[in-house]
């Protein structure tokens, strides 16, 4: 039982490449999430997915495509990668049931830095 | 605007002493309170939670309390260890909508021999 996986742990892009981040949960839940993580901010929230086949909107969204592949995966895309998106990004999953969120799990992290 | 504010922002102590972390916020109305633990280079990983008619939980040496009228949690952290070393993020679920977290910025706490 791995949890939560990310990958790659680290990633350096130039100005304008694309990438994506991949997440993988094996916990069986509903709801999986990306955040990013700057120094001295909390965790702020850039896409969720409450459920397959659906995703929405965060709190910090603009630069940033995802897709909800299938229960387990769910993967975030940097179009265009721009210096202001160098950050850590994590992962996250919980079970949600009748507007009741549970314990969120959180993957391991990816460090971006965009030069 | 939903906050969550914590303090201090960083603090050292020695190994063996406790230490007491605060966490202010204004999520309203709100469902839970959670403590994580985040070691460098990692995921922030669930120490407690609390919901509103809670007062007080404890994990082990970790004990945090709740005061859902003036809004504010605090984490206890008895006989310090240097695993202790780590940032302690405060998390707060609101209650509306899709139960959206408010993060703290978290509090780094160093703990030396």
């Known amino acids: 039982n791995a949890g939560v996986t990310q990958t790659p742990k680290f990633q350096v892009l130039k100005t304008g490449q694309s990438m994506t981040l991949q997440c993988a949960q094996d916990?069986?839940?509903?709801?999986m999430y990306w955040y990013r993580q700057d120094p001295g901010m909390g965790l702020r929230l850039i896409y969720y997915?409450?459920?397959?086949?659906?995703?929405d909107k965060g709190e910090v969204p603009n630069g940033y495509n995802v897709s909800r592949l299938n229960k387990r995966e769910f993967s975030l895309r940097l179009e265009s990668a721009a210096p202001s998106q160098t950050s850590v990004y994590f992962c996250?999953?919980?079970?949600?049931?009748?507007?009741?969120?549970?314990?969120?799990?959180f993957g391991p992290g990816t460090r971006l830095t965009v030069t | 605007k939903n906050q969550v504010e914590q303090s201090p922002q960083s603090l050292i102590i020695l190994e063996g002493k406790n230490c007491t972390l605060q966490c202010n916020y204004t999520v309203s109305p709100f469902s839970n309170l959670r403590w994580y633990k985040q070691d460098t280079g990692r995921g922030p990983v669930s120490l407690t939670i609390?919901?509103?008619?809670?007062n007080t939980k404890s994990n082990g040496r970790y004990t945090a309390t709740l005061d859902a009228d003036t809004k504010q949690s605090s984490l206890h952290i008895t006989a310090s260890q240097l695993s202790d070393s780590a940032s302690y993020i405060c998390?707060?679920?609101?209650?509306?909508?899709?139960?959206?977290?408010?993060f703290g910025s978290g509090t780094r706490l160093q703990v030396q021999p």
């Open positions: 998390v707060v679920t609101g209650l509306t909508g899709r139960r959206a977290l408010t």
């Open positions: 916990m069986n839940h509903n709801s």
């Open positions: 609390m919901t509103f008619s809670e």
């Open positions: 996250a999953s919980r079970w949600t049931s009748g507007g009741q969120g549970y314990e969120q799990y």
């Open positions: 997915s409450a459920s397959e086949g659906t995703t």
